[in-house]
């Protein structure tokens, strides 16, 4: 009975670390489409934000149908076109795609023909090209992961002992920062992201290392 419990919990306990380590964190292909992508035109300035702003959409979209807390800010696909994650013209062009499945590939797709275009135009160089294109789909498949821990769920079994660590996108004060985790990742592309009105009363907890407030003999 100990083993058993033991397992259960580290089963329990590795899913949480590894839902957390998939959520994506935006800094890596942001840096790099910052470094590769020079230039301070109007159309180099719209393309880096673009292909952000697309690769935080594929994680709207998919934190949409995983967490709560976030579906309660976007309820419709219009609340992700008044938050600036889309245009209507996307939308448009997003609704015309007629399949039975979850159409989160249509972002990443208009982000790797944005790169497609930008080594086409001698944007950026072939190396370049392979290098981003591996980032982006990296921090597609870490997001994508979490619809897949979603789908399939752990076992039932000694539920009372780890059941805080069964489900950490939801809306329990211990649970991931979902919308915080997007408002980071818009940093570079919106001052101000958008609320509704249920998800804005949500208090936002942050990330901000434990000993950043810490007094020392220097502060005075």
């Known amino acids: 009975m100990t ?24 800094d ?14 109007e159309s180099t300035r719209i393309l880096r934000r673009n292909l952000i702003r697309y690769l935080v959409l594929t994680q709207a979209l998919v934190f949409r149908d995983v967490s709560a807390c ?28 007629d399949s039975p499945h979850i159409k989160y590939w249509q972002p990443m797709h208009w982000v790797f023909s944005l790169l ?8 950026i160089s072939d190396i370049v090209f392979i290098d981003m294109l591996e980032k982006m789909r990296q921090f597609r ?3 994508l992961n ?21 489900n950490p996108l939801g809306e329990d004060d211990d649970d991931f920062e979902c919308n915080y985790i997007l408002d980071r990742n818009l940093q570079v592309r919106i001052p101000q992201p958008l609320y509704t009105s249920e998800s804005a009363i949500r208090p936002v907890n942050p990330i ?13």
């Open 141 to 143: 498949v870490n997001v």
């Open 116 to 123: 497609k275009e930008a080594k086409a135009h001698g944007r």
């Open 28 to 41: 890596t292909p942001a840096l790099l489409v910052a470094a590769c992508i020079t230039g301070t035109d």
């Open 146 to 166: 979490l619809t897949l821990y979603d789908w399939v769920s752990v076992p039932l079994g000694y539920t009372q002992v780890a059941e805080v660590l069964l």
């Open 70 to 97: 976030v579906k309660k800010r976007f309820p419709t696909m219009n609340h992700l076109v008044t938050a600036g994650l889309m245009t209507c013209r996307e939308k448009e062009e997003f609704d015309k795609i």
């Open 208 to 220: 901000v290392g434990s000993c950043a407030n810490l007094e020392t003999n220097f502060d005075e």
């Open 3 to 26: 083993f058993m419990l033991g397992f259960y919990v580290s089963t329990v306990f590795t899913r949480w670390w590894d839902i957390f380590s998939n959520v994506g964190w935006i």
